[in-house]
């Protein structure tokens, strides 16, 4: 399946899941969320908005763009604008071929997103590319266990996650943020070691 097919056969399962979406998102604790979007400032690219979790969480000062592209999932988020007290734009769009200039945000923030991008690096290359020089890049991502009987079983199962909801549960997010050429500063575990913050720059 070539990576446009692929992008669409995603789009359609998380159109499908918007309307239940919420309920699987409460893994990821308010408080991490609240420590992430912390990290944003100045003109901030929120990848993969999904239903507006974080949008309450942005502080003044910040201008927000934020996308996705499942019109399901941004018909929910419109519906979190009113809790921030940002400015927001949403807009529809593929991760993996962003439609903004080079070096047009300061920061760069998505949460458990480049887990479901079929072309992971390609989209954080994306992200590097939009992002001002020593713009800042903030990822909360789960990964792949690096235990082996676990991530033997993450291995496993990946396709049937994949099939139901779109993502992938295998994924080396540090390794591919690597690969896309982004100078990681931290990665913190924030939840066992299969939860990581990665906190980077462009």
Not at 83 to 109: G, R
Not at 155 to 177: K, M, Y
Request: hydrophobic share 40%; aromatic share 6%; charged share 25%.
């Amino acid at each position: 399946m070539g990576e446009r097919d692929l992008t669409e056969t995603i789009r359609e399962r998380y159109n499908r899941t918007a309307m239940y979406y919420d309920w699987m998102d409460r893994m990821i604790p308010e408080r991490l969320r609240k420590k992430t979007i912390e990290q944003a400032s100045g003109d901030v690219l929120e990848i993969g908005v999904g239903t507006g979790s974080n949008l309450p969480f942005y502080r003044e000062g910040c201008r927000v763009t934020c996308i996705d592209f499942s019109q399901g999932m941004l018909a929910k988020a419109k519906n979190r604008v009113h809790l921030t007290k940002v400015p927001v734009t949403l807009l529809e769009m593929d991760a993996q071929h962003l439609s903004f200039a080079d070096n047009t945000f300061d920061t760069v923030v998505a949460t458990c997103v480049f887990c479901s991008v079929p072309d992971p690096v390609q989209g954080l290359r994306e992200a590097r590319r939009v992002c001002k020089p020593e713009g800042k890049i903030v990822l909360l991502e789960h990964v792949r266990s690096d235990n082996p009987v676990l991530g033997w079983l993450m291995d496993t199962l990946n396709p049937v996650f994949l099939f139901l909801i779109g993502s992938n549960i295998n994924r080396r997010t540090v390794e591919n943020v690597k690969k896309a050429g982004i100078s990681i500063e931290k990665v913190e575990n924030v939840a066992g070691k299969i939860v990581k913050l990665i906190l980077a720059t462009a």
